[in-house]
């Protein structure tokens, strides 16, 4: 293979392994900010268990989510140098900001909640959080908009070679990029949604019937259901942009051969791309044009009419797509048969739903994924779409060997970061009794404080 597919191949592992961890992040850092809040206001205990729960395996997951983003970084300059000559000016920026700003907020207030249950009142602690939380959520929207810059460039001018910024405005007002970002987001919360369901259910299972199990489970379904369906109005507000901007990408999700005007879209479709055709059934007529252009009787641009050059990888592309719509809507009926049933306090007799849900804790993450490899993928064979090919944006001196090497090493290294990270949140998701809060400290007591709980 050759250094731009062993390159792809490589920052395409680092960087989906390491969404394992962002969504997550974002989403549980705003659900111990409300519990906590909730504790805050209450004085209700359980809110208070359950802050302490879910911040411990947020804590994991923040730290193995830093390991592994470091190295993104590096393999910008390290496998794609080419690439970083040629958009430095524009991608660095949202970059540095990101860094120098969002992160460094995120990890010092994540350290000062982490060392300050004894030291500050609930509600300052719980504003703390807050502080958190939204700095994770400017992190990714920064990483986001540069990202969407490279699916959509604008504000630029190519100057001897290069991409040159002109328009500051123009980069952070791309509705490419902020669509993403609500996009992002939505699935960001629905996973943390049903990673709290399932391992509330797995406990449930096992017996463990506290209130802390059955009050999160009930609250992260009421939140799965608001931002799974804010996903689906996200794609929907994204593919419009897809198919005004990157009419190939959208060809290659829908299998799109022909250019027609008012295009059906077809429920059952397997592509075949030898033949460029489908084998396909149950059409809606001006289905497609609807759904790309919110209007039916728009023009749909087919494959044909890109060189093949110029197509990215059909299969995999519609495959990817169609599966993460139809777990999105999966996830809208889960969330609400998971609302009912809590709801009427019905939950730990209700075994299958247990299953059920313990087993779709997986499925966001799934989802998140399948995203991504649409939004990539998709894009090929442009890094900077219509502006810079990914055969082109390669460090020139690298040999397979070298690009090889390192794969290995990371692939090993990941894969011990996974078992640990496995490990570590099945160990601290087995153990609830040790959360309680302890006694304040002196001078808290003479300001007539209540508790909040031991120190991390």
């Known amino acids: 293979m050759s250094v731009a597919v062993l390159s792809r191949i490589q920052f395409a592992t680092v960087g989906l392994f390491h969404f394992l961890f962002v969504p997550l992040t974002l989403g549980l850092t705003f659900m111990c900010a409300w519990m906590e809040t909730r504790y805050a206001r209450t004085g209700d205990e359980t809110y208070l268990k359950m802050t302490r729960y879910w911040s411990r395996l947020l804590l994991v997951n923040f730290a193995v989510g830093v390991v592994t983003g470091i190295t993104l970084e590096f393999q910008f300059g390290m496998n794609w140098s080419e690439y970083s000559k040629f958009v430095g000016d524009i991608f660095g920026a949202p970059l540095a900001i990101e860094a120098t700003v969002a992160f460094f907020v995120e990890s010092t207030f994540i350290g000062v909640w982490m060392f300050s249950w004894k030291s500050v009142s609930r509600s300052v602690h719980a504003g703390i959080m807050w502080v958190v939380a939204g700095a994770s959520t400017l992190s990714a929207v920064w990483i986001l908009i540069a990202n969407g810059w490279m699916q959509r460039p604008r504000g630029y ?6 991409a040159v910024l002109t328009s500051f405005g123009a980069l952070l007002s791309s509705p490419y990029s902020w669509f993403k970002i609500f996009h992002v987001l939505s699935a960001a919360y629905t996973l943390t949604a049903f990673f709290i369901m399932g391992i509330s259910a797995i406990q449930l299972l096992r017996g463990r019937t506290h209130e802390v199990f059955l009050k999160s489970f009930r609250v992260a379904a009421a939140v799965g259901i608001v931002t799974s369906i804010c996903i689906i109005i996200a794609g929907d507000l994204s593919g419009v942009q897809v198919a005004k901007f990157q009419p190939s990408k959208l060809a290659a999700m829908e299998s799109q051969w022909e250019t027609q005007k008012g295009a059906d879209f077809f429920l059952f479709q397997i592509p075949r791309p030898g033949r460029e055709d489908n084998i ?7 289905g497609l044009s609807l759904l790309a252009y919110h209007d039916p009787t728009a023009v749909v641009k087919g494959l044909k009419d890109f060189p093949a050059a110029d197509r990215p990888p059909v299969v995999v592309v519609f495959t990817a797509f169609r599966l993460m719509v139809g777990l999105g809507f999966l996830f809208v009926l889960l969330a609400i048969i998971s609302l009912i ?13 247990l299953w059920i849900m313990s087993v779709a804790l997986i499925l966001p993450y799934i989802a998140s994924e399948l995203g991504w490899v649409v ?27 070298d690009v090889l090497g390192s794969l290995i090493a990371f692939l090993v ?33 003479a300001r007539g404080a209540k508790p909040a709980t031991a120190g991390n």
Do not use: C
Not at 280 to 286: E, F, R, W, Y
Not at 383 to 401: H, K, Y
């Open 157 to 162: 001018e190519l100057v001897g070679g290069r």
């Open 280 to 286: 396909q059934a149950l059409g809606i007529p001006g």
């Open 341 to 353: 049933v809590s709801w009427r306090k019905k939950l730990p007799g209700n075994r299958w739903l």
């Open 375 to 401: 939004a990539e993928i998709g894009r090929q064979p442009w890094i900077v779409f219509g502006l810079l090919r990914t055969d082109d944006a390669v460090s020139p001196n690298l040999t397979p060997g």
């Open 413 to 445: 290294i990941y894969g011990t970061l996974a078992v640990v990270d496995v490990w570590l949140l099945r160990k601290y998701s087995n153990q609830l009794d040790d959360v309680a809060p302890s006694a304040p400290s002196p001078k808290r007591a």
